[in-house]
């Protein structure tokens, strides 16, 4: 009899784990899966009208803004500004650890174009990368968490004033938001100044940073809208619009230091980079903020997290063999960015440290 209650027991728990995913759940993923295919060709649009810019112009890599004036550049800045509004509503339906990680599918799409449109080479092992990404998104998402079910704007600024643990004596979101604005300003005015032309890590790491904020907000104004549009109104709290400003204001930063990232660094390490910062720590604010992993089994969390290993592993072999071409070895040959015969530009060959003067 005992036996029989467990077999029940566990066949009916194994039924909860996999019970399949939610209506909100499906419309986030397909919100999703249309903003890495937007955000992902626009990588190559605005890398394509920074170059133009760059030819006529100071380039946005040493602090020009020729590229505001370039159309190409809008194209791109509109294709990216599409992606950007499904990746908004898809926070509202599902939660960030589903959303956030199919990025990674930009990636894909960005090397893919790059390789075409860009001469920028896609070994085959960056392939295999592309389809490592692939498993990891679909892991992710068979084993992301239900949306959690919020009433009101108030009870989303109430998760991010409250203790996570209850020995913690200070709201965690308040002081990981703190950490972050404080890391930011550091590198911006300290090391930016210093290392940005040489060192990719610290206008990826602005933007990242920030980005993890700006997910928070915006998930806040996806749920006060879908709220709204069903009746409960939810623009009359002050809190919608604090989450408002500070989406503006963490937009605005993440797109001027991703188009100098852009413009200084090769498209291929730009990408990947950025996609694994960004979603760590998205991850990392969305597990402090809203507490996912409450709501899952410690099996799904490690799957979750194979499933984000999986995806690291495969932008790493893209990054690893962005120079490498297939066929028999030849002498390896870097030439300067901007010497192409077409356009003024070269055939992109950025290492993540620039070398200031050829070594003979």
């Known amino acids: 009899m005992a036996s029989e209650l467990v077999g029940v027991s566990s066949t009916q728990s194994w039924k909860d784990m996999y019970r399949g995913m939610s209506s909100d759940n499906i419309k986030g993923l397909v919100l999703a899966l249309s903003s890495s295919i937007f955000i992902g060709a ?6 394509k009208g920074l170059k133009k810019a760059g030819a006529s112009g100071v380039r946005a890599g040493v ?8 159309p190409l550049w809008w194209v791109g800045m509109a294709t990216m500004i599409v992606g950007e509004v499904a990746n908004f509503a898809a926070y509202a339906f599902a939660p960030a650890i589903l959303v956030t990680p199919l990025g990674a599918l930009s990636i894909i799409i960005s090397a893919v174009l790059a390789h075409i449109i860009l001469r920028e080479r896609l070994h085959t092992f960056g392939i295999l990368g592309c389809a490592l990404c692939v498993v990891g998104s679909i892991t992710i998402v068979l084993h992301a968490p239900q949306e959690r079910q919020i009433e009101s704007v108030t009870e989303v ?11 913690a004596t200070e709201p965690a979101f308040l002081f990981y938001a703190a950490l972050v604005i404080t890391t930011s300003l550091v590198l911006i005015f300290h090391y930016l100044p210093q290392y940005g032309q040489t060192h990719i890590m610290f206008y990826i790491g602005v933007c990242s940073l920030v980005g993890s904020l700006s997910v928070m907000s915006v998930k806040a104004i996806g749920i ?6 069903s009746g409960m109104n939810q623009l009359i709290y002050p809190q919608t619009w604090a989450f408002t400003m500070i989406v503006i204001v963490c937009i605005i930063t993440q797109m001027n230091y991703l188009n100098k990232a852009l413009d200084t660094f090769n498209t291929a390490v730009v990408s990947p980079i950025y996609y694994v910062m960004f979603t760590s720590l998205t991850i990392l604010a969305s597990v402090i903020m809203f507490k996912d992993w409450d709501r899952q089994n410690p099996t799904q969390i490690v ?6 290993v999986t ?9 690893k063999t962005k120079d490498m071409v297939d066929g028999p070895p030849t002498l390896p040959v870097r030439l300067p960015k901007h010497t192409d015969d077409e356009d003024g530009f070269g055939q992109e060959g950025i290492p993540l440290k620039r070398q200031d003067s050829l070594r003979s």
């Open 157 to 167: 600024w109430d998760l991010a004033t409250e203790p996570v643990w209850d020995l």
């Open 63 to 70: 602090g020009g803004y020729s590229y505001l004036f370039e």
């Open 224 to 229: 006060a809208l879908k709220l709204t549009l």
């Open 311 to 319: 995806i690291l592993s495969g932008t790493f072999l893209l990054h």
């Open 42 to 47: 626009s990588f190559i649009v605005k890398k």
């Open 303 to 308: 799957t979750e997290l194979c499933g984000f």
